[in-house]
Structure formats: structure tokens, C-alpha cells
């Protein structure tokens, strides 16, 4: 070893410098292609990069690579990736503000953010990187987007968007604020009408729902919100004829037993039937109501609507019900049109409170039948009534009955809808992957021929600050020939919303290499699914789902045979701190200005500050910097406290005392291996046989323990069981056999390596190893020395403790009865007195009454 480390105190600065480049330079986490062994794929959600590394991003890594160096050590052959999720409006905006190219911007942080990564020292095979705005990764992410295209799961369809007028840009719903108006211009949102480009992401609806029965290991609350963002219900459509109409106004409903109970019928402003309407004061209300919907959608009443004064007809019993036109009505939604139950439905229960349309119950919790005074809807099951040949029936039977009498009658259809809309993927701006289609006056939308990928972007463009780009201003980009026609035709210029690079990512990185296609079959069967998947909540619906319907999409087109890209996930909690607020301003304070963070005051105003656990922000004071605590502590100290503080998917408070907590262990463990390095001399003199059996029984008790404690994600009762193991070493190694120290010394550093790799990398060279300690064999369990074969028994004589002796663990009643009055201590107390009684606890205790 070249630079020799000085073992008197723990440095880790010096050992983690010296092992992440040695690992470097050996190629230790470089995937192994040509394995014979079972594959294990662990991946983290990739990174944007935003320019720094914060908490939660060490969280998630050190989580994942723990997984992934435990793994190997269990004999997998493992692949670890990173790479970076790098198109998007941040960067967009970052170098709008600053005038620069936001390649420049995004190609300068991820620089950095690597530099900061590789401080954790993590066993990332940095061979397979890419990041998303590379055009050797995007020319891929174009011919999927063409595959989809031909397999008819991409379209062009007119639809509404949010327009900022002053921007002459689409913004995304988050991107307006609760006033309509523009987080950058300002601007009142209009509501324009766009060619939008689409994916077919509802053509995988029901297996969408269905396999989530597969992903057993996901947790169950991620499963449950996709399976409400798919939303499927199943109800039936119903036709209600329109009077003096030829039009039927069909309705979808998921409660068919409430037929009866339906006093309205609601349309939204822009369904067709209000052609029919023909009084002039009704027409000019709805005209400017459509131009208050489109101008100031954000502030229209829901409850508000008016009646049309047209008729329909309830097929069940012919009775004539208004209908109404309602904002909470939306059109693109189902049929565009509901049946107004204001007794089983709170929001119609409040637009017919409010709009004065009359209430009737046909639902009651009374088997007896009798209606409820209603202050609300009563949307449970219950018992039918005003339901005339169904009164006192389940109103759960009663759903099936109407289906099949509408059926019979023609006027009801069974109907299964979904919740889930198409996805929406052009986005009006720079800063993404380029959609590869032409637009042509006579041929339409042309796809772009696969060799002449990839469509780059044009990066002759002028960065100034303040200045939006468009890939309209373009005019050399823009115009083109039309590859069908050869007449003069212009690019599309939508670019691709990120969720779409990051939806067949994990795909990549077992071919990242690959020049000629983005995977090959044989490696995704072999690689796919991700074995284990890390990220964070807030991606349990968009990313998560898109990933998952790319994976089916693409597996129909016979790229490979996977039907779910991730067999298990692993959601992390987030990590917070501190914060110090004004209870009366509300302003936060930093703690750099508090005099004393016990007794924390406003240094304006002294106030008492209000202390609470949030989401580190730097609005909140509270963030940590994770370089400034690898410089402080070293990132294997880091790791440890991350891993220790709570388990994975639970929210971390962040405490100092803990972080030095984690830092005096890995201290202890130095000190304890330092003085037994190079032969500590086995002292016959010193041996205790019971002490050797303890040590054995600990040490496999840990390597049970931890191995279980992984396998389940709690890496914090795993550092217990670490920190047991070594209170048991150092309170037993004196007395043991030179082979069983050399043993317990060996395994508790293959023990600790996942969660710490740089200081037992280091130990591991001084114990005397050649090999990397990252590429040793997991301990194996000896069962036998799991067994107690003796215990320590304690004599009291009425209660009190009088001796102590180790027993075998198969002693019966009467042996422990004449051990200890046989022993010598004993005798002594008891002389001269009767023994009246035993009491024997099993394995503990003997009490002897005199
Ligand atoms: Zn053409």
C-alpha cells in the first residue's frame, strides 16, 4: 500500500480519498457482462440535474447502494447504474434568466453533481452514465416515439391549453397560479385550442390496473393511488329521450340504482344539445358564460348553471326532469353530461341546494323504508325506496337489476370507464427531445425517416437573457422538404415532455453502448425487471405509470418480454430539519442568527420561536449542505447516521448529535481493529470456553439478523445488530482462540462494508486481505453455534442474588436443584437453615426459601 495510514485515530478524509480512487482506477463496480451468476439490477430514480446535491438525493443512493453491495457480497451479479434526467423547464429557465445555452447550464452542473456523487462513494459502474439531452441517448427516445407512431399509439389531436399571451407559450397546470395568471409573465391565462400530440396510454387501462396484483413487493399505498389515477368504474350508460327532440341525451353513471332518485340532468356549456336551446335571453347567458370559462376558468363558480328549458324523460318511470347546464360539468369528460341523484351525490346535492331542484331519497340505511331528513347526500348502500318494484331491496342487487331492464328496454348499456386520460406530450418549448414528424400541407403529419435520426437541436440559436427560444424562430431548422412528397413542409416543433425520456431509461442502461440500437432483446430478458427500485413518493403516479405503460407498449411491439419494468420499489421518506419560525410575522429565522437553539428567540423582536421537523428548503433555513457534512465527518459516518435514523420509508429528522454518534462508532471500531492488527498473541492464560461460545453465538446471531434486516429494508435494526455484535467483541475478544478472533474480525467487516465501504476497505487490507472487501462472500450462518449449549444460571437465596454458575442448557429441575446446593457460596449462606422451597425459572433463575 502506497500511502500507509496512521492508526492511531480515525481519518477518514484520508481513507475515503485514497479508496474512491483505487476503486477508480481498479474498475471495481464495472458490470459484469459474461456472469454466469443470478443478475440483480438495483437502480435509483436518476437525477435531474439541478446543480447541487441536497439530503434527499444522498438518502436515496445510499439506500440503493447498500442494497447493491449486499447483493454482490450474496453472490449476485449486479448491476448499479446512474445517469441524469436532463431536458426540462428548469434548465430552461435557469438559462433563460442567465442568457446562456441551457445545454452549457445542464452540462456544467452535471459535472458537478458527479463530483459531489462520488463522494459518497458509491459502487456506481460510471461506464453505463448517460444523461437524457445526449443525442446518442434522444435519437432512441425518437425512434421509440416513431414505433409508437406506426403502432398507432401516437396522435395529433385539437385540445384545450393554458396560453400565456405575453410568453406566446403553453404552460402546464402547475405553472398557473390560483388567480389564472402566468408564473413568469404574469399574464392572465387564456384558454387556446392547440394540435396537441398524444400517447394511447388508456389503450393499457385495464392491464394497468390488473398487474398491479403482480407487483407484490411495491408498497401498497403506491399501488392504490395508481389504481385511483386509472379510475376504473364500472356502471352503464343510460339514454334519456329529450322532449320535442330527436336527440337522447345519454348519460354515464357507476349508480344505476338511483334511477329513480334522478330530479336533473346536467350538460356542460359546450355538449351539444345546447344547439336545441332557443329562447334568445337563455343563448346570450351561455354565450357569455363560455367566454367567462374560457377567460377565467380558475374563478367560475362550481355550483353555478342555469336550467335550459329543455325536458328529458326518465326511461324508467317516464317522469320529465329539467335540464340544467353546469360548470362542474366538464366536456371532455365521459359523455360530457351527468345525471343529477342530489340525494346520493354530495356535489349535485349541493348544486340542486343551491340552484333550489328538488331533493328526492330513494336510498335509506331503515330496512323499515322510511326517508332521513337529508343535511347531506347519503351516498352509502342501503335499502330501496320510491323505487317502486324495488322497494326494500340491496340497492348493491338493485345496480344489476336496472342494467338488464334497460338492456331489455333499450335504453341502458353496461359500461366500464376509466379515470385515466391519454398523455399529453408536446411541450412548446426549447429544451427537449425534438418530436420526429413533418408537418406537410398535403400529406399531413410525415414521420420522419429512422436513418435520418436523430432530429438534434438547433444550436445555432441566440441565448440572451430574458429571451424565450422557440424552435419556430428557427427558419433554416424549421423548413424542410416533406420526405413523401419532397414539397416544401416544416418540423414539428413540439419537443417531447420529459416524463417521456425517463419512461424506458432502466431500458438503457444494460445497452448503453449499444450505437445502432437503443437495447437488445437478449439483455433486457436478462437485466429487466429492475430488481430493486428506489426513489421517491411524489413519482408513485406520472413517472411510475409511464414507465410501466412504455414497458407493455413496447413489449406488444416484440422488443422483449417483460411485462413490468420494476419488481420491487422502494419509496423513501423525506429528510428534515429544524426550522425556527416567528409565530407572529411567520417569518423564518436562521439558526445562524438564533443565540441559543434551546431556548430559541427572534433576534428583532425576541419573540419565542416556534420549532417543528420540516422538509429541508432553503426558504426555511433548514437545509444541510451534504458536502459540509462529508468534510466534517467523512461520508461513511454520513451513510451510517442516513441508514440509522429511520427506517427507509419513514420520514428522517435530522439530529448532530446522531450524526457524532455514528462517527464515535465507526471511531470505536478503528481503535478496536487497530490494536488486534498484525498477530495479537493468543494468551492460553486468558481463554474462557464460555466467553468463545458467546462470541460464536453473537456473531451468527448478527449475521441472521442483518441478512434479514436487509432482505426487508430495515437498514437501521441492521446497525444495531452491528453495534451488538461489537459490544460483544470487545467485551469477549481477550478470552477467545487466536482462529475465532481472526473469524469474528473477518465477518464483522464483511458485516459492516455494505453501510460503511471505505473504512472497512481499509481495515480489510490492514487484517491482512488482498482482495477488495467488496468482493468477499457474505458469512454464512452456522446453525449450530445458535444453539445455547449452556447459560448462566443465577442462585438467590429468598430473592437475593448469592451466585452465579454456568449450567448445560438441558439441565433438569433436580440437576439445577443440586448444583446449587452443592456450591460452595451457598452452603455458606444456607448453613443451619431448611431449604422450604425451589422456585425454578427455566433457563435464568433458581430461588432457594429458607
Ligand atoms: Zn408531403
Redesign the pocket.
Known amino acids: 500500500m502506497s500511502n500507509k495510514i496512521s492508526h492511531k485515530t480515525y481519518n477518514p478524509f484520508q481513507i475515503e480519498k485514497k479508496w474512491q480512487e483505487t476503486w477508480k482506477v481498479n474498475n471495481l463496480y464495472k458490470t459484469n457482462e459474461n456472469s454466469k451468476k443470478e443478475k440483480f439490477y438495483a437502480l435509483s430514480m436518476f437525477p435531474y440535474p439541478s446543480g447541487n446535491l441536497h439530503m434527499g438525493h444522498v438518502r436515496n443512493y445510499v439506500i440503493t447502494d447498500l442494497i447493491a453491495r449486499y447483493q454482490k457480497l450474496k453472490g449476485k451479479n449486479v448491476l448499479h447504474p446512474m445517469g441524469w434526467d436532463a431536458f426540462g423547464l428548469p434548465a430552461e429557465n435557469a438559462a433563460i434568466e442567465r442568457g446562456i445555452d441551457p445545454n452549457e447550464w445542464t452540462q456544467d452542473n452535471i459535472k458537478h453533481m458527479k463530483n459531489q456523487l462520488k463522494l459518497l462513494g458509491l459502487s456506481v459502474d460510471w461506464e453505463k452514465e448517460f444523461a437524457t439531452c445526449d443525442k446518442s441517448y434522444y435519437i432512441w427516445t425518437q425512434k421509440l416515439f416513431l414505433d409508437l407512431f406506426k403502432a398507432g399509439l401516437v396522435y395529433q389531436k385539437e385540445s384545450e391549453v393554458n396560453w400565456d399571451p405575453i410568453d406566446n407559450t403553453v404552460l402546464a397546470n402547475e405553472q398557473v397560479d390560483s388567480d389564472g395568471k402566468s408564473w413568469r409573465s404574469g399574464a392572465i391565462v387564456e384558454k387556446k385550442k392547440l394540435m396537441q400530440w398524444y400517447l394511447k396510454i388508456t389503450d393499457y387501462a385495464e392491464e394497468l390496473i390488473n398487474d398491479l396484483k403482480i407487483l407484490e413487493s411495491w408498497p401498497d399505498r403506491v399501488k392504490l393511488m395508481q389504481e385511483n389515477w386509472v379510475g376504473k368504474s364500472i356502471g352503464a350508460n343510460i339514454s334519456f329521450k329529450i322532449k320535442n327532440n330527436n336527440n337522447d341525451l345519454v348519460v354515464f353513471t357507476t349508480r344505476p340504482d338511483t334511477i329513480y332518485g334522478v330530479t336533473y340532468l346536467a350538460i356542460s356549456a359546450n355538449h351539444k344539445l345546447t344547439e336545441s336551446i332557443t329562447d334568445v335571453n337563455l343563448k346570450n347567458k351561455l354565450n357569455s358564460l363560455k367566454v367567462d370559462l374560457q377567460k377565467t376558468k380558475y374563478n367560475v363558480d362550481e355550483k353555478y348553471g342555469f336550467d335550459t328549458g329543455l325536458k328529458a324523460i326518465n326511461p324508467i318511470n317516464n317522469s320529465e326532469i329539467p335540464v340544467w347546464i353546469a360548470t362542474y360539468v366538464l366536456d371532455g369528460y365521459g359523455t360530457g353530461s351527468v345525471m343529477g341523484v342530489p340525494a346520493h351525490d354530495q356535489r349535485d346535492f349541493e348544486f340542486a341546494t343551491k340552484n333550489k331542484i328538488k331533493i328526492k331519497q330513494v336510498i335509506s340505511k331503515n330496512m323499515d323504508g322510511k326517508e332521513d331528513i337529508l343535511n347531506k347526500a347519503f351516498e352509502d348502500n342501503g335499502f330501496m325506496i320510491n323505487s317502486n318494484k324495488f322497494n326494500g331491496l340491496q340497492s348493491t342487487d338493485v345496480i344489476k337489476e336496472i342494467i338488464k331492464v334497460g338492456t331489455n328496454e333499450s335504453w341502458a348499456e353496461k359500461k366500464i370507464e376509466y379515470r385515466l386520460r391519454d398523455w399529453l406530450i408536446s411541450r412548446q418549448r426549447y429544451w427537449g427531445c425534438p418530436i420526429p414528424i413533418?408537418s406537410?400541407?398535403?400529406?399531413?403529419s410525415?414521420p420522419i425517416d429512422e436513418k435520418d435520426l436523430p432530429v438534434v437541436l438547433p444550436n445555432n440559436l441566440k441565448f440572451e437573457p430574458n429571451k424565450i427560444n422557440s424552435l419556430k424562430d428557427n427558419q433554416e431548422w424549421l423548413n424542410v422538404k416533406?420526405?413523401?412528397?419532397?414539397?416544401k413542409?416544416k418540423r414539428e416543433t413540439d419537443t417531447m415532455d420529459t416524463f417521456m425520456c425517463s419512461s424506458w431509461y432502466f431500458l438503457r442502461y444494460p445497452c448503453s453502448n449499444l450505437q445502432d440500437k437503443p437495447f437488445e432483446k437478449e439483455k433486457i430478458n436478462k437485466w429487466l425487471p429492475v430488481d430493486q427500485y428506489v426513489g421517491g413518493v411524489e413519482h408513485a403516479i406520472l413517472h411510475l405509470l409511464y414507465a410501466r405503460f412504455l414497458t407493455k407498449a413496447l413489449r406488444d411491439r416484440n422488443f422483449f418480454n417483460i411485462n413490468e419494468p420494476f419488481n420491487k420499489l422502494l419509496t423513501q421518506g423525506m429528510v428534515q430539519a429544524a426550522s425556527y419560525k416567528n409565530p407572529k410575522t411567520g417569518k423564518y429565522i436562521s439558526p445562524k442568527e438564533i443565540k441559543n437553539l434551546e431556548n430559541p428567540l427572534d433576534p428583532t423582536d425576541n419573540t419565542k420561536l416556534e420549532i417543528s421537523f420540516e422538509k429541508m428548503s432553503k426558504s426555511k433555513y433548514n437545509g444541510i449542505d451534504p458536502e459540509t457534512v462529508i468534510e466534517k465527518y467523512g461520508a461513511d459516518t454520513a451513510r451510517m447516521f442516513i441508514l440509522f435514523k429511520a427506517p427507509p420509508e419513514k420520514d428522517l429528522e435530522w439530529g448532530d448529535s446522531d450524526v457524532e454518534g455514528q462517527y464515535r462508532f465507526l471511531s470505536r471500531i478503528w481503535k478496536l481493529y487497530s490494536e488486534n492488527y498484525n498477530g495479537k498473541v493468543f494468551n492460553k492464560e486468558n481463554y474462557i470456553e464460555q466467553k468463545e461460545l458467546d462470541l460464536k453465538r453473537d456473531m451468527n446471531i448478527a449475521i441472521k439478523e442483518i441478512s434479514k434486516d436487509i432482505s426487508n429494508n430495515q437498514f437501521n435494526t441492521g446497525i444495531s445488530e452491528l453495534m451488538k455484535l461489537y459490544n460483544s467483541i470487545s467485551h469477549n475478544n481477550n478470552h477467545i482462540s487466536a482462529s475465532l478472533r481472526k473469524e469474528v474480525l473477518k465477518n464483522f467487516c464483511i458485516l459492516l462494508a455494505p453501510f460503511a465501504p471505505h473504512i472497512t476497505e481499509e481495515i480489510w487490507q490492514e487484517l491482512g486481505y488482498t482482495d477488495s472487501v467488496h468482493n468477499q462472500k457474505w458469512p454464512e450462518i452456522d446453525l449450530k453455534a445458535l444453539v445455547k449449549e449452556s447459560y448462566e444460571l443465577v442462585i438467590q437465596i429468598n430473592g437475593k442474588v448469592r451466585d452465579k454458575v454456568f449450567i448445560k442448557s438441558n439441565s433438569s429441575d433436580e440437576e439445577i436443584k443440586q448444583i446449587s446446593i452443592n456450591r460452595e457460596n451457598i452452603k455458606k449462606w444456607v448453613a443451619g437453615q431448611t431449604i422450604k422451597k425451589f422456585i425454578v425459572i427455566k433457563g435464568k433463575i433458581i430461588n432457594l426459601v429458607v
Open positions: 413533418i406537410c400541407g398535403k400529406c399531413g410525415v416533406c420526405p413523401k412528397c419532397g414539397y413542409a
